[in-house]
């Protein structure tokens, strides 16, 4: 019989065997590309991992939400430059890690674990994969080395498949603006990870479609704070009136370039819910086995040792969907658009799950704003709508593995 | 060994064992006396104590040449639980009685563990071994038998002590099935058909030679029994909808017709729950093969088990009128469940099992919640009482 193996441990330690970059798809059963934490990996996560618990623990999160500053800017320049995460996409010729999405994943993970308040996701993700499409190695620099941070001017609720409608349009340029300098008009509500971003990157209807990059102080772009549910990924929402730009894809690299800059966005926020998960039922386990009523610890009762069964089996589930997303866009795998909608699927509706059991077997003190749990409710909350609910990635496997709807024709 | 070293060895073999021009089991006795037969299994004993990856190997080169099978399929218990336990807990010269023809298939194995009275709490069971000079007696009743119509013998586990306390008291033997007083009754399932026994044993003699580990050992031997049937059960690797699910991912796609926009949301959802499950256990295979098995096995048992039963349930639904006709209730007596080559509504029924077989679903989730999570363990007020004062 194996001994109490603790899931504090179950994310801590490497997994034997495994190469450093463990992606070939070689060797493995039915072709599934390699789903375990390699050793860089693993270095990574527990870099991260020592950061957050000393700068990020929970009182901090929760103080920081009632403050004008939603954003750890301090933490999230030492995660970025430091630990050197916000260069993980970026090839080193750009200065940056040369990684790959396996290694940001990872990173994801742990700051769902302390729902932590920086613009990782935004990014070092989201962005990063636009400007990698765009092509644009001064900003892939600048973001790589952590003095640029940037983000794409999208909803946080944008779904799966194509791109969102644009709400920002190209107008005419002005009188002695410089040659190639573009003015955008229009607003974008609910960004996340925008608030403290430098540069915006902002996809706008005219002739082609394209994509802008405006430095956040011009004169014009006004960014209005949201009271958000998530307030550790305060949202904001974005006027721009006249506002000068400089196009750095237009057409078809535009399109892509913010199609695949949400597949991204929706795989690596899929981790980012594991983290979530993982550290609910830690915390609920722990919890439960030092809490006693009726003269006995409450996880000694079936009923509640039963639910938290259940959500460590769902747990290793989330686990397998979110590794199998992040291997597939590190590889660019033909099966990438699939494998992302079954991690946000899956990993959106354990996350959230989590969450509810953890403030549910928590009791009173479970329900209030002393306790940990209603931030990552919050946050699980907010994460199952960001980037496409569950139902929306579901709706998209309909045509990835045709399975037509009602009415429909196959 | 290397991969290729053992290769050559196959072809060695071969060269002195055509498969064409050999017995069939005169072939698989001679593959077994080579060490041919499951190489990570000692010398003398069907192997040469190599690491069991390289058993694919040596099954692919005698596949390669047409040599015949042990149709490990038709023993699964004896291959996947009774050979690990004689192999662990059994003496020199029972290995040496048992193993080759287990292994050769020329005896069927069965498991004689569940009563009536003794299923999820095995350890209270009531089937009682009496010594007699050189013999057990042995009376009782064993139900949810597999293959008992078919078997030569079976791994039973008996109340020797019935004054201490449950797990105590309990011994581990090899039955004969066909020693007098062994008596095997179809029971038959609410698929119509009967895949399991009720198996009653009325003065049945067993030799003590026959016995597997000390007299009051039995639970411990037990255990080792089950262990391995979880691991049994784990799953292989299939490719995507390889289950369940293709089939009825492919009566979706040619009938239109039964699309309703409540039952596309179910479908989808029980799509992803299984491409998720089929990821989730390719994750665990490579943990293994990794060297560092993880405790994710116990929850594939759980989340097959539901997705089976939502899923058949789902594809009964789907076939609407369809759906209110049968295969076929003859009673019939397979040895395994079919879940390829049936109807839905025999997939539906037959799924009912999975929850149950081989540990139920509540179990599992305390077994996980124990042993896993390290939560307390259930109050026992049944442990330390003798097994003749349980209250029944």
């Known amino acids: ?410 | 060994m290397s991969a290729g070293d053992l290769r050559e060895q196959v072809r060695e073999f071969l060269a002195a064992h055509d498969p064409a021009a050999s017995d069939r089991l005169e072939f698989l006795r001679a593959r077994f006396d080579a060490g041919l037969a499951w190489v990570h299994y000692p010398a003398g004993l069907g192997g040469q104590g190599l690491s069991r990856s390289l058993q694919p190997v040596a099954d692919a080169e005698f596949a390669a040449a047409g040599a015949p099978t042990n149709r490990p399929e038709r023993n699964g218990i004896g291959l996947g639980m009774a050979a690990p336990t004689i192999l662990a807990y059994g003496s020199e010269e029972q290995k040496g009685r048992w193993l080759r023809p287990l292994w050769t298939g020329e005896e069927i194995w069965c498991q004689l563990f569940s009563e009536p009275g003794a299923g999820s709490d095995l350890a209270s069971l009531a089937t009682r071994a009496v010594p007699d000079g050189a013999e057990w007696v042995v009376n009782g009743q064993k139900v949810w038998t597999s293959s008992a119509h078919v078997a030569r013998r079976a791994l039973l586990v008996t109340r020797t002590d019935p004054d201490v306390p449950k797990h105590q008291g309990m011994t581990y033997f090899a039955l004969d099935m066909t020693a007098p007083g062994v008596e095997v009754r179809p029971l038959r399932q609410i698929t119509g058909e009967a895949e399991f026994n009720e198996v009653f044993l009325s003065d049945v003699r067993i030799p003590d030679a026959d016995r597997i580990g000390a007299v009051g050992e039995g639970w411990q031997v037990s255990t080792a029994t089950l262990m391995n049937e979880r691991v049994a059960i784990g799953g292989t690797a299939a490719p995507r909808e390889g289950g369940m699910i293709g089939t009825v991912a492919r009566t979706w796609r040619e009938h239109p017709e039964l699309r309703t926009p409540g039952l596309h949301d179910r479908m989808l959802r029980h799509w992803a729950d299984a491409e998720v499950a089929r990821l989730a256990g390719a994750r665990l295979r490579q943990q293994l093969a990794a060297g560092h098995p993880g405790p994710e096995g116990s929850a594939a048992k759980l989340v097959f088990a539901r997705l089976n039963q939502e899923i058949s349930e789902f594809e009964v639904e789907l076939g609407g009128a369809d759906g209110l006709r049968y295969g076929d209730w003859t009673m019939r007596r397979p040895t395994g469940a079919d879940f390829f080559g049936r109807d839905p509504g025999y997939r539906m029924l037959r799924a009912k099992g999975n929850s149950i077989e081989g540990g139920t679903s509540e179990i599992l989730r305390n077994i996980i919640a124990e042993r896993v999570l390290g939560l307390p363990p259930e109050i026992r007020v049944d442990k330390d009482v003798p097994w003749k004062d349980l209250p029944r």
Not at chain 1, 140 to 161: E, I, K, R, S
Request: with cysteine.
């Open chain 1, 1 to 410: 019989m194996e001994g109490p193996a603790p899931v504090s441990q179950t994310t801590t330690q490497a997994e034997p065997g495994r190469a450093a970059r463990p992606d070939q798809a070689a060797g493995h059963p039915a072709g599934v590309p390699d789903l375990l934490y390699g050793e860089t990996e693993t270095q990574l996560r527990s870099a991260v991992r020592d950061l957050l618990s000393d700068r990020a623990a929970w009182p901090d999160v929760l103080a920081r939400t009632e403050t004008a500053d939603s954003c750890d800017a301090g933490l999230w320049h030492t995660l970025a430059a430091d630990v050197g995460c916000a260069g993980l996409l970026v090839p080193e010729e750009h200065g940056g890690a040369g990684a790959s999405v396996r290694e940001a994943a990872v990173v994801a993970e742990e700051l769902g674990r302390a729902v932590a308040p920086v613009p990782f996701l935004g990014s070092a993700v989201v962005a990063t994969t636009a400007l990698l499409i765009a092509g644009d190695g001064e900003l892939l620099g600048g973001v790589a080395a952590g003095t640029v941070t940037a983000a794409l001017a999208v909803p946080f609720a944008a779904g799966p498949g194509s791109r969102p409608a644009p709400t920002v349009r190209l107008v005419a340029p002005q009188d002695g603006d410089p040659a190639g300098t573009a003015r955008l008009t229009g607003s974008v509500r609910g960004l996340a990870d925008a608030l403290p971003a430098d540069v915006l990157l902002i996809p706008a209807d005219g002739v082609p479609y394209g994509l802008y990059a405006v430095q956040a102080g011009q004169a014009g772009l006004i960014r209005t704070p949201v009271t958000s549910l998530d307030a550790t990924r305060q949202l904001c929402d974005l006027t721009l009136d006249n506002v000068p730009a400089r196009q750095i894809a237009a057409g078809g690299t535009a399109e892509r370039a913010v199609a695949a800059a949400l597949a991204a966005g929706a795989g690596v926020l899929a981790s980012e819910q594991l983290g979530i998960a993982e550290r609910c039922l830690e915390m609920t386990v722990a919890y439960v086995k030092e809490r006693r009523q009726f003269a006995r610890p409450v996880g000694s009762f079936q009923a509640i040792k039963h639910r938290l069964a259940d959500l460590w089996v769902a747990v290793t589930q989330a686990r397998a969907a979110a590794r199998y997303a992040a291997a597939c866009l590190a590889a660019g795998d033909p099966d990438a658009a699939v494998a992302v909608a079954l991690a946000k699927a899956t990993c959106s509706d354990v996350a959230l799950k989590a969450t509810q059991e953890t403030v549910q077997l928590h009791g009173g003190i479970g329900f209030t704003w002393e306790h940990p749990a209603h931030l990552f409710l919050k946050r699980a909350k907010a994460d199952s709508i960001g980037f496409g609910t569950a139902d929306a990635h579901r709706a998209s496997l309909a045509r990835l593995a045709d399975l037509p709807p009602a009415g429909g024709s196959s």
